[in-house]
């Protein structure tokens, strides 16, 4: 089924709240990017370990996904622009805090400091992912979807090459001071924009008007929460879509992990700047690969086996960059890597949010986030402990996980896109 798309111009041009939404989006990427890139130089110049920089990478997701049956039920059930606001206000206050490591014996504050920071914004990205359908058209979403994941990808690219050079240059103090205040102005720009809900207010009395026990409360959130799992059952075509994500993340979140390392090796002695310019490339493909995906496939019946052909081709990529003495010359492949699998990402959102109900959108998509960061963080565990103790060299063990996003790619391809066609024959 194809359509015709809105514009990218006439969309920012005449949403003004899908543009204010955006514009608290670049803001805040820019200086998440800044802070990154900082966070990575900080623990390898401290602690010079392998793990303990895997460490980081496993702390950015696993609260994540621990909070995210919870942050989804939030997202349905309170004012998703008042969450917003929230997410923000309270992590620009959390990174200062990272103002405070300066010493190896103060680096596992770096876990305590992220820990918050992203068990914080566990509510931010369902709540923006549930809010787009409200505040566009259908013609407009995948072009919303597409400026959303660009915008990711060249804040991506921007912020983690100036934010490399910024590091090297100004300090990682004022780095984490920057991404501070991108955080307060994101916020300004949620405040003064109006997002459509259709949701249950969170009712925290019983019928008789007695406020419940705490033990009352937690049954009725797992509950609902359950409930959302339950309703991506009864839709598979629902379910199949929230685990397109964690199936490249399989192989994806260790292959993302060792770019660091990548950088380290090609300037160790500016390696904030290399890690930069690499995350650029990162950044660069993924924004180029939607634009691609938008043009070029037009009919959304393609796009699951599309999604199983990117993966396939993001893991030669990679298997290319592991056979290449690490120079800057990876670039290129790293590029071709993330351009595929950055269609593979907006594909699939779109095809999650047209077939979830705005209900049940928050937990769907607050599940599709726990499913990936479970997988990405233990993708990420297991590289980091293979190259802290197994002795094998860097490049081996990109071969190996290039191989695990190939046979990913292909199992989706035998799976999912045969239950895709069975389904659209049984609902002809």
Not at 40 to 54: I, K, M, Q, R, T
Not at 129 to 134: A, E, L, M, V
Request: with cysteine; glycine share 8%.
């Amino acid at each position: 089924m194809a359509r015709s798309e809105t514009g990218y111009v006439d969309l920012v041009r005449g949403n003004v709240n899908f543009r204010r939404l955006w514009l608290g989006n670049v803001v805040s990427l820019f200086g998440d990017w800044f802070n990154t890139i900082a966070l990575y130089s900080l623990v390898l110049s401290l602690s010079g370990s392998e793990f303990a920089l895997g460490a980081v990478f496993i702390t950015k997701m696993l609260p994540m996904a621990l909070a995210s049956p919870i942050a989804g039920l939030i997202v349905d059930r309170l004012d998703r622009r008042k969450v917003m606001i929230a997410s923000d206000l309270l992590r620009a206050a959390i990174v200062l805090c990272f103002l405070f490591i300066d010493e190896p014996g103060k680096v596992y504050w770096v876990y305590v400091i992220t820990a918050a920071q992203v068990t914080v914004a566990s509510v931010f990205q369902p709540a923006q992912s549930s809010s787009i359908p409200n505040l566009v058209s259908r013609n407009e979403l995948v072009t919303a979807n597409t400026i959303l994941s660009a915008t990711w990808s060249i804040l991506l690219t921007v912020g983690a090459a100036v934010g490399g050079m910024a590091a090297d240059v100004l300090g990682l103090k004022a780095v984490f001071v920057i991404d501070s205040l991108t955080y307060l102005v994101s916020a300004w720009f949620i405040y003064r924009t109006t997002i459509p809900q259709h949701t249950t207010s969170m009712d925290f009395h019983s019928a008789s008007g007695e406020k419940p026990s705490p033990v009352h409360l937690v049954q009725r959130a797992t509950a609902d929460v359950v409930a959302g799992w339950r309703r991506m059952r009864e839709r598979p075509e629902v379910g199949r879509m929230a685990l397109a994500k964690a199936t490249w993340g399989l192989a994806g979140g260790g292959l993302v992990y060792m770019l660091t390392l990548m950088g380290e090796e090609i300037s160790p002695e500016r390696q904030a700047m290399a890690i930069g310019l690499l995350f650029a490339a990162r950044g660069f493909g993924t924004g180029l690969g939607p634009v691609m995906a938008r043009a070029w496939f037009r009919n959304m019946t393609s796009w699951p086996a599309l999604m199983g052909f990117c993966m396939v081709f993001s893991g030669l990529a990679y298997a290319v960059a592991g056979n290449l003495t690490f120079t800057f010359w990876v670039i290129l492949p790293v590029v071709l890597a993330h351009t595929t699998s950055g269609a593979n990402w907006v594909l699939s959102t779109v095809l999650l949010q047209e077939r979830s109900e705005d209900r049940f959108r928050g937990r769907i998509f607050a599940t599709e986030w726990l499913l990936f960061f479970l997988v990405d963080a233990a993708s990420i565990l297991v590289a980091s402990l293979v190259l802290e103790f197994s002795g094998l060299s860097l490049s081996l063990v990109v071969m190996g996980f290039a191989t695990v996003q190939v046979l990913s790619g292909v199992w989706w391809l035998f799976w999912a896109v045969p239950a895709e066609k069975f389904g659209e024959v049984a609902r002809t």
